[in-house]
């Protein structure tokens, strides 16, 4: 009998805004949709940080890897890169989901964007989760509300259905 030994296929990533709770011990409970896909992929390990000290960034380890090789290897963003995988890296670690479909995100990350114990919402954005605070997201409505029937009109003059 021969036996299967390929990956299983990753799962289309979830869409849609979707409200979780960071617990007391920095914990990020996932809906059952993003634990479905994160366990779909071959490689279990996130990389969990902010790029702009704003949103929190969950990153498929497949997908963050390619961020360090853009940073290292184009000239043209050096210094770009430089501060921003610093800061990448100061609030960012490694992680694994665990049985019950948590992450741990870092005390930095967690004081620097004010998560703690606190409601996030949770949405999939350019290869990963973006983790908003409550604040954070509400701001971001209020800006892609401003002059919506105006950016509707022009991505329908692009195709947009």
């Keep these: 009998m021969v036996e299967d030994t390929q990956s299983p296929v990753p799962l289309e990533p ?5 409200p979780a709770r960071v617990d007391d011990k920095g914990r990020l409970k996932l809906p059952a949709n993003f634990q479905t896909y994160l366990e779909s992929l071959p490689e279990k390990k996130v990389f969990a940080t902010s790029l702009d000290m704003a949103i929190a960034r969950i990153y498929p380890i497949a997908v963050w890897r390619a961020n ?7 000239s043209e ?3 770009e890169a430089i501060d921003v995988l610093f800061i990448a890296n100061h ?4 992680v694994e989901m665990d049985g019950q479909g948590r992450i741990l995100l870092s005390p930095e990350l967690r004081r620097t964007l004010k998560l703690e114990n606190q409601s996030v919402r949770l949405e999939f954005s ?9 604040a954070e ?9 401003q002059a919506l029937e105006e950016k ?10």
Excluded: T, W
């Excluded at 509707?152 to 259905?161: D, P, S, V």
């Design 152 to 161: 509707l009109a022009k991505l329908r003059k692009k195709g947009m259905k």
């Design 91 to 94: 609030l960012g670690s490694d």
């Design 137 to 145: 997201y509400q701001s971001r409505m209020q800006r892609a509300s």
């Design 77 to 79: 963003i050096a210094d």
């Design 68 to 74: 360090e090789n853009l940073y290292e290897n184009d």
């Design 126 to 134: 350019r290869g990963a989760i973006d983790v908003y605070s409550e």
């Design 14 to 18: 979830p869409r849609g805004a979707y």
